[in-house]
């Protein structure tokens, strides 16, 4: 089975700064899927970037991009320009992309504040 | 396009009761999943569904069960609740054909069910 680990319980930031997660992912596939998720206090995950393995161009979007290192088996996500709206609970999760197995593996969660 | 939708939003049972959880996927989508999501055990997956059909199941006593409609509505269902089946379900829609890799393959999350078992 798939790990995902995310090492920073909880993350602070100042507004319009920026942030960085970390994701780490235990894997012995060569092609998967890898996504961060949004949780915040409403409960629902929102999509906030996702990553195919074999594409080595880091995902981006607006001001969330990934920092994936394939041999190290590290997702990182890099939140820019930090606003009061990106306070939430974010999730890793690696998916694989081959077989019978459709779940997604969440890491913990990181729980991130926004300082104005 | 409308997201996924999960009905009831709360709900409060007591132990040894039953519930029935449902799930409609955005349109088009064929797959369903159910996660729950507790503070202890953080999220876990239950089973998924595709086209009618269970193509995967987690690590879950047989208590929890569920299925898939032709619509791809999907419900799910646990008997003989305990206290510590009290979690958040989640359930997430993916693979709208005509999509490929990580497109297909993403999932969509609906709002969630709050279960509270007394």
């Known amino acids: 089975a798939q790990t995902v680990t995310q090492s920073q319980p909880e993350m602070s930031v100042q507004e319009a700064e920026t942030v960085t997660l970390s994701c780490t992912y235990d894997t012995s596939e060569s092609d998967y899927y890898l996504f961060w998720y949004k949780q915040p206090p409403s409960r629902q995950m929102i999509l906030v970037i996702r990553?195919?393995?074999?594409?080595?161009q880091n995902a981006t979007e607006n001001r969330f991009s990934v920092n994936f290192q394939k041999a190290a088996k590290s997702f990182s996500l890099k939140i820019s320009d930090s606003q009061l709206g990106d306070a939430a609970m974010y999730f890793c999760a690696y998916r694989s992309s081959w077989g019978n197995d459709y779940k997604l593996s969440f890491g913990a969660g990181t729980t991130v504040t926004v300082r104005a | 396009k409308a997201g996924v939708t999960q009905t009831p939003r709360y709900l409060i049972k007591t132990r040894g009761q039953q519930v029935t959880l449902s799930c409609s996927p955005i349109?088009?989508?064929?797959?369903v999943s159910w996660y729950q999501q507790t503070p202890g055990q953080g999220l876990q997956f239950l089973f998924e569904?595709?086209?009618?059909?269970?193509?995967n199941k987690g690590n879950f006593p047989g208590r929890f069960s569920g299925r898939q409609f032709s619509n791809s509505r999907s419900e799910m269902n646990v008997s003989t609740l305990e206290l510590g089946d009290s979690a958040l379900y989640l359930c997430a829609s993916s693979f709208l054909e005509g999509l490929a890799g990580v497109l297909a393959e993403t999932q969509y999350f609906g709002p969630g069910t709050r279960l509270l078992v007394l």
């Open positions: 349109s088009g989508h064929r797959s």
């Open positions: 990553q195919e393995a074999y594409k080595q």
């Open positions: 569904y595709f086209s009618e059909t269970q193509r």
